[in-house]
Nanobody, 119 residues
């Protein structure tokens, strides 16, 4: 069982930046693929950013492309989402997720961290 704990959310003005962090409990975190998702009120959870298994170029949603950057620090068992040029429509709960090599989808999810962008 892997536990993921997000942090770094908060209230920010439009145009501002935030860095979300996700701490993983497993020592084998480097073998997992990680991603970030968000869920706005009344909407379904949607993909924001995610790694590829080859650790090549990450994938981003059209909305996140050019503004958000996913990264990780395996030595610290951490994954990050750097968010810049934030817009009010980015307001949502953000979740990190991890997929083990044996799975076909993300298996482990954090509890989420709220991001609110004011206009």
């Amino acid at each position: 069982q892997v536990q993921l704990v997000e942090s770094g959310g908060g209230l920010v003005q439009a145009g501002g930046s935030l860095r979300l962090s996700c701490a993983a409990s497993t020592r084998t975190f480097s073998t997992y693929r990680v991603g970030w998702f968000c869920q706005a009120p009344g909407k379904e959870r949607e993909f924001v950013a995610g790694e590829s298994w080859s650790r090549g170029n990450p994938r981003y949603s059209d909305s996140a492309k050019g503004r958000f950057t996913i990264s990780r620090d395996n030595a610290k068992n951490m994954v990050y989402l750097q968010m810049t040029s934030l817009k009010p429509e980015d307001t949502a709960v953000y979740y990190c997720a991890a997929q083990p090599a044996t799975a076909t989808s993300y298996v482990y999810w954090g509890q989420g961290t709220q991001v609110t962008v004011s206009s």
